[in-house]
């Protein structure tokens, strides 16, 4: 069963930055590998996705400020996010895409003045 740990979250005022981690119970190669986020209140949404060959998709509204990243041995995922805006706010999750582990705690972040 692969084990997902996030971490990074925090408080952050607008404009700010933060990294957020994830690691992984074992190696990712070859595997799709995402970070999402659910906001109070919404459904879970794919923020950025990084491919096997390393190419990215990001959701419309953190292009240009949000970046994804990984290391595929041992296995974890980063996302870098700049800018941040308070609609940033929300707990996110890192899993594979499409999402068939089971979901770690996730790391809150909250953008906020």
């Known amino acids: 069963q692969v084990q997902l740990v996030e971490s990074g979250g925090g408080l952050v005022q607008p404009g700010g930055s933060l990294r957020l981690s994830c690691t992984v119970s074992g190696t990712i190669f070859g595997i799709y590998m995402a970070w999402y986020r659910q906001a109070p209140g919404k459904q879970r949404e794919l923020v950025a996705r990084s491919t096997t060959d390393r190419s990215t998709k990001y959701l419309d509204s953190v292009k240009g400020r949000f970046t994804i990243s990984r290391d595929n041995v041992p296995g974890a995922v980063y996302l870098q996010m700049d800018s941040l805006k308070p609609a940033d706010t929300a707990v996110y999750y890192c899993?594979?895409?499409?999402?068939?582990?089971?979901w770690g705690q996730g790391t809150q972040v909250t953008v906020s003045s």
């Open positions: 899993n594979h895409s499409p999402p068939t582990w089971s």
